[in-house]
């Protein structure tokens, strides 16, 4: 089975800032038929389910607005928010959707500092 | 707009057993691969099944498996999870999730409790 390890396990970041969070698979979940990575990313609030924010590692779904950015290969990949607003108050998870178990990294949690 | 809405927790003794479904809308239910994803209180997210469209591939995570049962009625527009023997490590908020490469959209979740 490929086990997620995200880091760091939480994080407080000052508005306007840079949040990364990084994300490591235990196996590459890079595709040699279709050069795509099977990794996607969450963002969860509190008392909501989660929302989808990236898959393929780095396309944005609709809607998500364009200070989240995804980037990464193989077995490495990061979660960016270019400028930290109050809204991105959240609990951030990667997925790999590459193999069954679909396995989720343990979460990273995102405050105000 | 698509909406899922999941129904069927509650309370449950340990061995005990609860259905879950998952009302599907906004979407052509047929066409869309479905998951079950769960979340313990305060904890991460834990994948437990998905179901292929026709419902001839099914997955279970190891922790579920023999004693979980998915299953899905497309001409009802609707996904069911069938829980069995259940156990206290099986308290969790219960997602129904549209797709599983990956995961695009969620219902609100319906919590299971087991304790006696």
């Known amino acids: 089975d490929i086990v997620m390890t995200q880091s760091p396990d939480s994080l407080a970041v000052s508005l306007g800032e840079r949040a990364t969070i990084n994300c490591k698979s235990s196996q590459s979940v890079l595709s040699s038929s279709n050069n795509k990575n099977y990794l996607a990313w969450f963002q969860q609030k509190p008392g909501q389910p989660p929302k989808l924010l990236l898959f393929w590692a780095s396309t944005r779904e609709s809607g998500v607005p364009d200070r989240f950015s995804g980037s990464g290969s193989g077995t490495d990949f990061t979660l960016t928010i270019s400028s930290l607003q109050a809204e991105d108050v959240a609990v951030y998870y990667c997925q790999q959707y590459y193999t069954t178990p679909r396995a989720f990294g343990q979460g990273t949690k995102v405050e105000i500092k | 707009q698509v909406q899922l809405v999941e129904s069927g927790g509650g309370l449950v003794k340990p061995g005990g057993s609860l259905r879950l479904s998952c009302a599907a809308s906004?979407?052509?239910?047929?066409?869309?691969?479905m998951s079950w994803i769960r979340q313990a209180p305060g904890k991460g997210l834990e994948w437990v099944s998905y179901i292929s469209t026709s419902g001839s591939t099914i997955y279970y995570a190891d922790s579920v498996k023999g004693r979980f049962t998915i299953s899905r009625d497309n001409a009802k527009n609707s996904l069911y999870l069938q829980m069995n023997s259940l156990r206290a490590e099986d308290t969790a908020v219960y997602y129904c999730?549209?797709?599983?490469?990956?995961?695009?959209?969620w219902g609100q979740g319906t919590l299971v409790t087991v304790s006696s």
């Open positions: 999730a549209r797709r599983t490469q990956p995961p695009d959209c």
């Open positions: 906004g979407f052509t239910f047929s066409d869309h691969y």
